[in-house]
């Protein structure tokens, strides 16, 4: 099975501050990856699909890239509601697996 | 805009068998998604459990495959799970989602926290 690997597991940033998550698959997945925002104590929402396809709604400062195996979430400018868990999933046929997340605190 | 509530028991003895209901209050069951559980456990990420296509196919999460059934219910426009010989480690709050194709999950419940306990 495809394991997805993200990193960093938390960080510390700045208001202001360009934010950049990786999420990294053991096999090639072409472009089914989606990024999900989740805040404490709430359900996740969908940020990107497509690996790079904002979600409608989504602020323009989020932004995602990637393809094959490795895959990146931006937050260009860190923003204090941005405070949360990140978590990358593929897409692509096979079991739906999540990354284990990343933990977006503010400095 | 489709809407999904979890309903179950709060709390499931060791060595029982959870069961969850997920009932789809906005939206068709036999619409061409995939219907499927997402777990939570306490302080942890996300793990994805199973799901099933209105035409009865299902994918299970290997790891959990051999406890897990997802199953359907198109008079109540509704998805279950049954999870058996549970343990402390399967204590989560239990979401429900789905999606389409290839996509990613765009609708959740708002989750049910379930507690294995005696």
Redesign the interface.
């Known amino acids: 099975d495809i394991q997805m690997t993200q990193s960093p597991s938390s960080l510390s940033a700045s208001v202001g501050d360009r934010v950049t998550i990786t999420c990294r698959a053991s096999q090639g997945i072409g472009n089914y990856l989606a990024w999900y925002q989740q805040k404490p104590g709430k359900v996740p929402q969908l940020l990107i699909y497509a690996a790079s396809t904002l979600q409608s709604g989504v602020p323009s400062r989020f932004s995602g890239s990637g393809s094959g195996t490795d895959f990146t979430l931006t937050i260009s400018s860190l923003q204090p509601e941005d405070v949360a868990t990140y978590y990358c999933q593929k897409c692509s046929s096979g079991p739906l697996t999540f990354g284990g997340g990343t933990k977006v605190e503010i400095k | 805009q489709v809407q999904l509530q979890e309903s179950g028991p709060g709390v499931v003895k060791p060595s029982g068998t959870l069961s969850l209901t997920c009932v789809v209050s906005v939206g068709s069951i036999s619409s061409s998604s995939w219907w499927?559980w997402v777990r939570q456990p306490p302080g942890k990420?996300?793990?994805?459990i199973g799901?099933i296509f209105p035409s009865g196919n299902t994918?299970y999460?290997?790891s959990l495959s051999s406890r897990v059934t997802v199953s359907l219910d198109r008079s109540k426009n509704q998805f279950s799970l049954k999870l058996t010989s549970v343990t402390a480690a399967d204590t989560a709050v239990y979401?429900c989602a789905t999606?389409s194709g290839?996509?990613?999950?765009?609708y959740?419940?708002?989750?049910t926290l379930v507690i294995v306990s005696s």
């Open positions: 499927s990420g996300l793990e994805w799901e994918h999460n290997p979401y999606r290839f996509d990613p999950f765009d959740w419940g708002q989750g």
